[in-house]
């Protein structure tokens, strides 16, 4: 099977989770939280595992590539995903201060771009951030859970109606736009910093407060697991 239907298969397990993630509240309060839990940990264990030592050997390329617009930057991968940390953060703190449907347009806009580099990411053979394919896929596929519960417990009716939808076209367009388009390896690598730096943030949003369904040690377990998966195998 050729790399590009590998990665329509993980667009569609994408879309999935995105149609179904909202069932997974039928579990129970408590072992729906152990389960957002442990998708978190193993989430947080492959950006900091896996992905983030991946952008430090890129940076030096970024650097290179970069050295001449901002000469007296560096770091830039680390700084684009702190961009990416940021936004989301900034989007949590926006709900609420601002009107509902402003707010649900923010909310549904920073994820509709997340979901879009998420896809342009994976359909490009030569990024290496997204290798192997099958635990980067698996490793979102989970965050995704937390990020839909997130929003449908945010905005009901107006994310299961038609929210989801944009974000599963997100996914599909990101990812027919990367089947035509090629960027430098240095645009793909900032693509992924951002992308790592948004996932950071949304699971921490979500661990953090009392009141939501979550459980340190799942979260703990989910991560170490995760953890002992990517160093066995020396991805």
């Known amino acids: 099977m050729s790399y590009t239907a590998w ?26 939280g152990r389960f957002l839990s442990a998708g978190g940990g193993i989430a947080i264990a492959y950006i900091f595992i896996d992905l983030l030592p991946k952008l430090s050997k890129s940076d030096l390329i970024v650097t290179q590539a970069l050295s001449g617009v901002f000469p007296y930057f560096e770091r830039h ?11 989301f953060f900034i989007v949590d703190r926006a709900q609420t201060s601002i009107p509902y449907q402003g707010a649900f347009w923010l909310s549904l806009g920073s994820y509709a771009l997340f979901n879009f580099l ?14 192997p394919l099958l635990l980067f896929a698996f490793a979102i596929s989970l965050h995704y859970f937390t990020n839909d519960y997130s929003l449908n417990e945010a905005h009901g009716d107006d994310y299961r109606r038609f929210g989801k939808w944009i974000l599963i076209l997100s996914i599909f367009a990101g990812w027919t736009v990367g089947l035509w ?12 910093a951002f992308i790592g730096g948004g996932v950071i943030m949304n699971v921490t949003r979500h661990e953090l407060p009392r009141d939501n369904p979550n459980s340190v040690s799942a979260f703990i377990c989910g991560a170490l697991f995760y953890t002992a998966i990517l160093l066995m195998i020396g991805s």
């Open 7 to 32: 990665t329509f298969l993980v667009i569609c397990l994408f879309a999935i989770v995105h149609l179904f993630a909202a069932n997974t509240q039928k579990l129970g309060f408590i072992v729906h």
């Open 77 to 87: 991968v680390y700084i684009m995903a702190l961009i990416g940390f940021l936004l």
């Open 181 to 192: 388009m090629t960027l430098s390896a240095t645009a793909i690598a900032l693509v992924s």
């Open 118 to 131: 998420i896809g342009y990411a994976v359909s490009d053979p030569h990024n290496p951030e997204v290798q």
